[in-house]
C-alpha cells in the first residue's frame, strides 16, 4: 500500500460517518416537515379544505386522572390565524383522535357545558338552535376514530368524522364558541389548550 493509499483509507470511516449523519438529519427534517406524532398518531403538516389551507399549529394529549389517555389532538390555522387570535373570525381546523370509545349522548352533554361555561346567559340561548344542530350531528365513536372541526369565515364550521363530513353550522359567533370549549378562557381541559396554543 502506497503512503497515498494509506491516508485515503484512513479518512473514508470518517467521511462515511459524517454522510450517515448528514443523511439521518435530512431524513429527520422531512419527517418533521410531513407529520407530527404524539402518543403514536401521526398529524399531517397541513390541510386543504375546499380551497382553503391549514397548517399545523401544535399538538397536544387529554389525559383523565394523570395516566389515562383520553384523545390527542391536533390543531391547524389558516391565514391570518394565530394562537392569540384563533377564537377570531379566522380559519382553524381542530382534529381529535380518540383513545377510548365515546357515546353521541356524551359528545352533545360536553358541547353543552363547554359552551355554556365560555359565553354568557343570553349568547347561549341566542346560539341554542346552532349548539342543537351540532348535537344531531355527533355519533358514538369507536377507539381510532377522529371528528375534525373546521372553520372558514363566511362557510361556517364543519363537522367531520373520519373525513367525511356531516354537516356545516353558519356563523363566526358559533364558530367562537364551539372552539372555545377546547381553546377559549374555560375550556374543557386546561392543559390541553395549553398545549395546542402553546407551539407557535
Known sequence: ???????????????????????????????????????????????????????????????????????????????????????????????????????AEQFAEATDKGVGGNVDAATFDRLRPHIDQLNRLYEDVAVGDQYSLTYVPGRGTELALNGHAKGTIAGAEFAAAIFAVWLGPQPLDISLRDQLLGCS
Open 1 to 103: 500500500m502506497t503512503e497515498r493509499q494509506g491516508r485515503r483509507a484512513v479518512r473514508s470511516p470518517t467521511t462515511g460517518l459524517l454522510a450517515v449523519v448528514a443523511l439521518a438529519m435530512l431524513l429527520s427534517v422531512a419527517a418533521s416537515a410531513q407529520s407530527a406524532e404524539i402518543e403514536g398518531v401521526q398529524f399531517p403538516d397541513s390541510y386543504e379544505v375546499e380551497g382553503a389551507a391549514f397548517d399545523l399549529s401544535c399538538v397536544g394529549v387529554l389525559r383523565y386522572m394523570v395516566f389515562i389517555k383520553g384523545y390527542v389532538a391536533a390543531l391547524y390555522l389558516g391565514k391570518g390565524a394565530t394562537p392569540g387570535n384563533v377564537l377570531g373570525d379566522v380559519p382553524k381546523r381542530l382534529v381529535i383522535h380518540y383513545l377510548h370509545a365515546i357515546k
